[in-house]
């Protein structure tokens, strides 16, 4: 395979990313999501996204083939110092390390912005299927998450129950008095308390 480039998503990669996405929706359980976002809403997730956190795509051969975004773990002040992440793959480039790349990457800006927790919300199911399997669980945990929390037949897809496991990685330390994380990418200090 070509060596890969990974970079900032803008609006218009969209269109490629909603034909990656689309795929989970329609054929899998990764995602819970029953319809695939129109072309507009999935520019305006994107755009969302890069207000506040990094997203960012894998190219191979000038095409994308994977992308990574980030985002608000919960939406209150005092978790700021975590976020949510998220990463699709084109169905065939599973399994060359596109994903590890990617993950890589945003592990690295997101440290640089302050950011102290990772958390993934990762579908799972009692006994695999051809909608679900461990996979995204098994790919976390080698990339250094554990398991968090457990919540059981929550989602209901295709006919079926399946569990939602949540993941955490700690990449930052936890101080006393924790700076504010930069936000955006521009040096935007928002959220935070470090200065009282």
């Known amino acids: ?33 029953y319809e695939v976002p129109t072309l507009p809403e999935m520019q305006a997730r994107i755009e969302n996204t890069l207000r506040r956190y990094p ?7 000038g095409t994308i083939q ?9 939406g209150r002040a005092a978790y700021d110092w975590s976020c949510q992440l998220s990463v699709y793959l084109d169905r065939d480039a599973r399994k060359c390390g596109l994903g590890g790349m990617l993950y890589r990457a945003m592990e690295e800006r997101l ?22 399997s461990r996979n995204s669980a098994d790919f976390h945990a080698h990339l250094g998450f554990s398991a968090a929390g457990e919540f059981y037949k929550c989602g209901n897809k295709f006919g079926r129950w399946y ?3 949540w993941m955490e990685k700690i990449i930052g330390t936890h ?22």
């Open 175 to 196: 101080g006393e008095c924790q700076p504010p994380v930069m936000f955006g990418g521009l040096g935007q200090c928002i959220g935070g308390n470090a200065a009282l």
């Open 66 to 74: 994977g992308y990574a975004y980030a985002g608000a773990f919960i």
């Open 163 to 165: 569990n939602m496991l």
């Open 55 to 61: 997203y960012l795509v894998a190219e191979v051969g």
């Open 111 to 132: 440290k640089s912005m302050g950011i102290t927790n990772l958390y993934a919300c990762v579908a799972v199911p009692d006994e695999e299927d051809g909608y679900l």
């Open 1 to 33: 395979m070509e060596a890969a480039v990974i970079r900032d998503a803008r609006p218009e990669d969209a269109g490629r990313i909603r034909e990656i996405y689309a795929y989970y929706v329609e054929n899998t359980a990764i995602t819970f999501e």
